[in-house]
Each structure stands twice: as C-alpha cells, then as structure tokens.
C-alpha cells in the first residue's frame, strides 16, 4: 500500500484503495487455475506449452554436450556456439516486435530441427572430412534454440491471463529442468564418431515442436488477457468468428442464358 501510495502521489493522482476488495480478489485469484485443466481448448494450449519448453530444454543443453565430440578443438568450438547464441539473442529483439512471437518461435524450432537432421544425413551419406560442417550445422541448430529461450518466456506469459500466469511459467520452469536432465543421457548415447543418433533426435524433436507452434496464437500487439473471464471471452470471439466464417455460403452466379 505505501508502494501504490507514492505511485499515486508521484503521478499527481489521489487514489483510495479497498484492501478488502484487494484481499477477495487475491483470493479469488486461487481459484482460478482449476478451470485450465476444465477447458479443452485451455488445457490443450497447457500441454502444447509444456512440451516446447521441455524440447527446448533437451535440444539446447543436449547440443551443449555435443561440443567437442567430433574431434576438434573444445574450446573453438564453443566459442562459435557462443557467438551464434549471442547473434540469436540480438536478432530476437527484433523478430519479435517486427514479426511476432509465433513466427520467432516457428522459425527458431524449424531452423534448429533442419540443421540437426542434415548434420545427420551428412554423417551418413557424405565421405571426407566433414567436421567443420557438423559443428556448423550444430552451432546454428544450437542458435535457433537459443532465439526460442530467449522468446518463449514473455510468448508462455501471453498466452495465459495474469491471474494464473505465475503458475503457468512456474510449471513449465518445472518440464524444463526435466529436459535438462535427460538431455545428458541422450547426448551419451553417441560416441565421439558416432553423433548422428543424438542429432536426429534434437531435430526431429525441434520439427515437432515446430508444428505444435503452429496452433498457438500470436499474442503481439493484441490484448492480454486479466482474468479467466477475459480468456473466456477471447476464445468465445475466436470461436464466433469461425462460425460466421463457415455460415457465409459463396453465391453462385447464374451463367444460364
């Protein structure tokens, strides 16, 4: 209260609160996470979002474990992945006020998803030395998982009201420290001549996380919602809106003469 006090009097605003009101409405607040796991089409977005976090998780940290397994220089190599990680980080600041948090979080699994299979394939099918373009291949995998870190957080805070917004990050904090442990353990399944198993599997990961992005919405320059009530209302305006889309029947014109 003497936060929202000296907000009020460094505004020039006199302002009186109802702590009573304020304590119900906290109160209410509880409440109203249990009709996520009620609605199909919220608890579906739930799990949509728990799943990409946990496949950035295991993608990320499991291509961290891949640095120096091809043979080359250790510290050379994650130097490159530094770089391209800071590279993702920058351009993110501007792919996601310019084009949106769908497009950024579509565009950074598929890159990482692309590169990680055709490190793959160029494991299997090319002869020579190809160490090079492994490490190259993995680093940009590596940066479209890092522009997706770097952007999931504010796109998971949109995609849910404020009253709940704290658990939904906190839950989805929880799925990451899962793929962070498993990721370990799948990068060990490769030996130093043999990372085309582990590649496969960050990158087919990554498509499919690619693919559930697709059914979320974007949540640049539209307004978030407060409460459930206000998700409610949008998914109801969503949900009209198709339904006068499939009412609209195309007149045919009468071509007889």
């Known amino acids: 209260m003497n936060i929202v006090r000296r907000a009020a009097r460094v505004n020039g605003k006199l302002t009186e609160i109802d702590m009573t009101k304020m304590k119900l409405e906290h109160h209410k607040s509880r409440n109203e996470i249990m009709p996520v796991f009620k609605s199909y089409r919220l608890l579906f977005r739930f799990i949509v979002v728990l799943i990409l976090w946990f496949v950035l998780s295991l993608s990320y940290y499991g291509l961290t474990f891949n640095v120096g397994r091809i043979g080359h220089n250790v510290y050379l190599e994650f130097l490159v992945y ?24 579509i565009g950074g699994f598929l890159l990482a998803g692309v590169a990680c299979v055709s490190s793959t394939l160029i494991l299997q099918y090319v002869d020579g030395d190809k160490g090079w373009l492994i490490i190259a291949l993995s680093a940009i995998g590596r940066m479209g998982v890092s522009a997706v870190f770097a952007n999931i957080f504010v796109y998971t805070s949109e995609l849910f ?11 989805s904090n929880f799925t990451t420290r899962i793929g962070a442990v498993i990721a370990p353990y799948i990068s060990a399944l490769g030996t130093n001549s043999e990372v085309s198993s582990t590649s496969l599997t960050f990158g087919v990961l990554s498509l499919v996380a690619a693919v559930l992005s697709c059914v979320l919405p ?40």
């Open 161 to 171: 009201p404020t009253t709940i917004r704290s658990f939904i990050l906190a839950v």
């Open 82 to 105: 530094a770089v391209l990680e800071m590279v993702a980080y920058i351009s993110c600041l501007f792919i996601n006020t310019r084009f949106g948090r769908k497009p950024l979080n």
């Open 218 to 257: 974007e949540t640049c320059n539209t307004k978030l919602p407060d409460s459930m009530g206000d998700m409610e209302d949008q998914l109801s305006d969503v949900r009209n809106r198709q339904t006068r889309r499939n009412d609209i029947v195309p007149v045919k014109k009468d071509t007889t003469l």
